[in-house]
């Protein structure tokens, strides 16, 4: 049998995972990324197998918190003026979805991509010599009262009804496990199923370097567009250059949807923009991720020194960064590490895709099979990129995907004849 050649556009996470399986599955593989080494948010995210996240962020009453979060110009949320009118489709939808029936039908698809996670992750891990590189050590979150648990009791109520471990403690609890807290905090719960890595930029820096080492060709190239063809696809890049595959799978992150559309397919994608402080010498230490409930970020002890992370500023791929954001991370975090020293701070920003709904786009393209699409993972890519390339294996092979695809379909964004938005092609950007 001939080998299959599988083309994969970009050198995410997402993609380098996919290229991993079509590699193992002995496919003539070839990535192409217009940087395959540069920055991105696969390098500089917090670094969490975050495989507790079952939960949509569009919730039944969240819009009774959003005025107070965007009340301060630092605050968690922020959507930039000039980037509002093409966020009226993604804000329709996200708002849409925000309803018990929808919220608990997307936890179901998040908890059965997430039940597979280390399945794919620790075999994934091993075999690239990154074994060494996770830490099952679990997560904290943190309350700044005795009834921040009560007042979220339904979120932990319907994680455990999905199969997430908690365990509820008190403030001294939550010090023994982590000194480094003040006593800001009161009250926490225990994730023991959350994992973090060392640093995910060696995480992707050893997969892409590894795949190079076992035959994978890396392309430096901007895709412009991908063409059907009667067998397999074109990837043509800027310049001209047209490249053949029997398979073409699209891991371009955030800026996916552009070559979703140009394929006819419409996608409610969005840059999330988030932030964070790495500091080399914290002059404290964590075992584990603490995310801090209340103020909306995240702290994680990596092998580079104490990343402290977050926000999600809607702002478009094109918006400078506001690196203001990462100061104001510092500063919420001296709040709960009384002892926190900041020497080596190194600030950073990156594009996570997100979709309205919080799942990612996984599955064959409308106009070709041939074409696959992987990308929208939004808070989730690090956890659920090994997962995506193992049902994206499946995909290229034809062997039926160990999860559910339907919720993660592109035909989900498809308009409906006669819906708002059915006519403007404006709003497709
Ligand atoms: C602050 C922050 C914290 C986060 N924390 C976590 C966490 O703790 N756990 C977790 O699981 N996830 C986390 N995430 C989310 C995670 O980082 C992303 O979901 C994930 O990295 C997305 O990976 P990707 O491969 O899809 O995209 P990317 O890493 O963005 O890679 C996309 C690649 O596509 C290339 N590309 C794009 N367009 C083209 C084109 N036209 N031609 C050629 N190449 C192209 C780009 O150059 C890039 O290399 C976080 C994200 C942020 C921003």
Not at 26 to 47: C, H, L, Q, W, Y
Not at 143 to 156: Q, V
Not at 309 to 326: C, I, K, M, V
Request: net charge positive; with cysteine.
């Amino acid at each position: 049998m001939p080998q299959t050649s599988v083309i994969v556009v970009g050198a995410g996470i997402v993609g380098l995972s996919v290229a991993y399986e079509a590699l193992q599955g002995g496919a003539a593989v070839t990535i192409i990324d217009r940087d395959p080494e540069g920055d991105k948010a696969s390098f500089g995210n917090a670094g969490g197998i975050a495989v507790t996240e079952v939960i949509p962020a569009s919730v039944p009453g969240l819009w009774k918190k959003v005025p107070f979060w965007m009340l301060d110009p630092l605050g968690p949320l922020a959507l930039r003026l000039s980037h509002t009118p093409w966020l009226v489709p993604w804000l329709w939808e996200f708002a849409r979805v925000g309803t018990a029936i929808e919220v608990s039908r997307l936890s179901k698809a998040l908890a059965e991509i997430n039940s597979r996670v280390y399945d794919d992750l620790v075999p994934l891990f091993s075999k690239v010599g990154l074994a060494g590189d996770l830490f099952r050590k679990g997560a904290l979150t943190v309350y700044e009262s005795e009834n921040g648990l009560k007042n979220d009791k339904h979120a932990w109520d319907a994680k455990r009804s999905l199969g997430i471990e908690i365990q509820e403690l008190t403030a001294s609890q939550v010090r023994e496990m982590e000194p480094a807290l003040g006593p800001i905090v009161k009250s926490g719960v225990f994730m023991p199923q959350w994992s973090h890595v060392t640093d995910p930029k060696k995480i992707v820096d050893v997969l892409r370097n590894w795949l190079v080492a076992n035959g994978v060709h890396i392309v430096r190239g901007h895709v412009e567009r991908v063409k059907p063809m009667t067998n397999g696809a074109d990837v043509v890049l800027k310049g001209g250059q047209k490249i053949n595959a029997r398979k073409v799978v699209i891991a371009a992150g955030a800026w996916s949807a552009r070559i979703a559309k140009q394929l006819g397919d419409r996608v409610l994608l969005e840059s999330e923009r988030g932030y964070n402080t790495t500091i080399a010498s914290p002059g404290i230490t964590l075992e584990r991720e603490v995310i801090f409930a209340d103020r909306k970020f995240v702290a994680t002890p990596l092998s580079i020194g104490l990343r402290i992370g977050g926000a999600a500023e809607f702002g478009g791929l094109e918006a400078a960064p506001n690196y203001a954001r990462s100061k104001a991370l510092v500063k919420l975090a001296r709040s709960y590490f009384p002892e926190m020293r900041e020497e080596g701070c190194v600030e950073w920003s990156g594009h996570r895709p997100t979709t309205p709904d919080s799942l990612p786009v996984i599955g064959r393209s409308r106009p070709s099979s041939d074409i696959i699409y992987a990308f929208g993972h939004g808070h989730l890519g690090l956890t659920q990129g090994p997962t995506t390339g193992k049902v994206v294996g499946d995909l290229i092979f034809g062997r039926k995907p160990p999860v559910d695809l339907a919720p993660f379909s592109v035909a989900r964004f498809s308009l409906k004849k006669g819906s708002f938005y059915d006519s403007p092609d404006f709003f497709l950007h």
